[in-house]
C-alpha cells in the first residue's frame, strides 16, 4: 500500500473509531496506521455535528429548548459510542486517587467508574445541555458543526506538547502518526472549518478549542507523567464544550457572527 492510499484510507478508519459508522468487515491494523488515521478525526467530527443538525432541525420544530438540548447530547454520546465519555470518567477517576503513578494509571485501565468519574461526567453533560439549549439562532447550525470538529483536532495539540504515560496502548500510538502528515492535514481541516464558518472570528475558536484540551491535559500530565487514551478523550469532551460556551457568550455580545448558515 503507497502512502497516499493508506492515508486516504485513514478516513474510513477514522470514521470507524470515532463513530458506530461501519461501512466494512471489521479489521485490525497495526499501530502506525491506525495511529495516522487522526488526520482525519476532524473530518470525522463534521459528519457528528451535521447529524447534530439535522436532529437539531427537526426536534426544535417539536419541542422548546431544553428538551431538545437533552436529546442532542444523547445523540453525541451515541455519536461517539461514549468513547470519550468513558475517557472523562477515567481520566477523573486517576486524578483523584491518592497514590503513585502507577496507581492511578491502574485504577485508569480498570474501566470502573469511582465517584470522581461520575462526578466528572454529570459536569461535562451538564455543560453540554447548558450550552446547546442557550445557542442562538444565527450561530446554532455552525456552532453544532464546528464544535466537534475542532474538539478532535485537539488530539494534534495535544499529542504535540505531552508524553505517552505508557509505552504503549491508544495514547502511545497517537503520538507515533502524528507526522509528518497526519497533524498537518488534521489542522488544515480544522482551520478551513472554523475560517468557512466564522471567517477569521473562527481562528479564535481554534485557539479556545486548543488551550482547554492542552489546560487539562496538562494538568493529568503532571500526575500521569504523560497522557493516556483516555486523557485524549477527556480532552476532546472539554475542548467541545468549551467551544459551545465560547460561541454562547461571544454570540450573546455580538462579536461573532456565522459566514454560512
Known amino acids: ?42 473530518l470525522a467530527g463534521l459528519l457528528i455535528g451535521a447529524a447534530l443538525v439535522v436532529a437539531d432541525r427537526g426536534l426544535s420544530s417539536l419541542l422548546p429548548a431544553g428538551p431538545t438540548a437533552v436529546l442532542l447530547v444523547a445523540l453525541l ?98 503520538q507515533q502518526g502524528l507526522w509528518p502528515a497526519a497533524a498537518p492535514l488534521a489542522t488544515l481541516i480544522a482551520l478551513a472549518a472554523a475560517i468557512a464558518m466564522f471567517g477569521a472570528p473562527g481562528l479564535v475558536l481554534v485557539l479556545v478549542a486548543g488551550v482547554a484540551a492542552v489546560i487539562l491535559a496538562g494538568a493529568a500530565a503532571r500526575m500521569l507523567e504523560g497522557v493516556t487514551g483516555d486523557v485524549f478523550g477527556a480532552s476532546i469532551e472539554v475542548a467541545q464544550v468549551a467551544v459551545w460556551m465560547s460561541l454562547v457568550a461571544a454570540a450573546s455580545k455580538g462579536w461573532i457572527a456565522p459566514l454560512l448558515f
Do not use: C, K
Open 1 to 42: 500500500m503507497n502512502a497516499v492510499a493508506r492515508y486516504l484510507g485513514g478516513a474510513l478508519i477514522a470514521f470507524e473509531f470515532l463513530t458506530p459508522l461501519r461501512l466494512r468487515r471489521v479489521q485490525t491494523y497495526d499501530d502506525r496506521i491506525f495511529a495516522e488515521a487522526l488526520g482525519w478525526y476532524p
Open 77 to 174: 454520546a451515541l455519536a461517539s459510542g461514549g468513547l470519550h465519555l468513558d475517557g472523562v470518567a477515567d481520566t477523573a477517576d486517576g486524578m483523584a486517587l491518592q497514590g503513585d503513578r502507577a496507581a492511578r494509571l491502574g485504577v485508569m485501565s480498570e474501566g470502573n467508574t469511582g465517584p470522581a468519574g461520575v462526578m466528572a461526567l454529570v459536569l461535562v453533560l451538564l455543560a453540554q445541555w447548558t450550552a446547546l439549549a442557550a445557542l442562538p439562532d444565527p450561530v446554532r447550525v455552525p456552532a453544532l458543526l464546528i464544535a466537534p470538529v475542532l474538539a478532535r483536532w485537539t488530539v494534534v495539540p495535544v499529542g504535540i506538547l505531552f508524553a505517552s504515560a505508557r509505552p504503549r496502548g491508544l495514547g502511545h500510538a497517537m
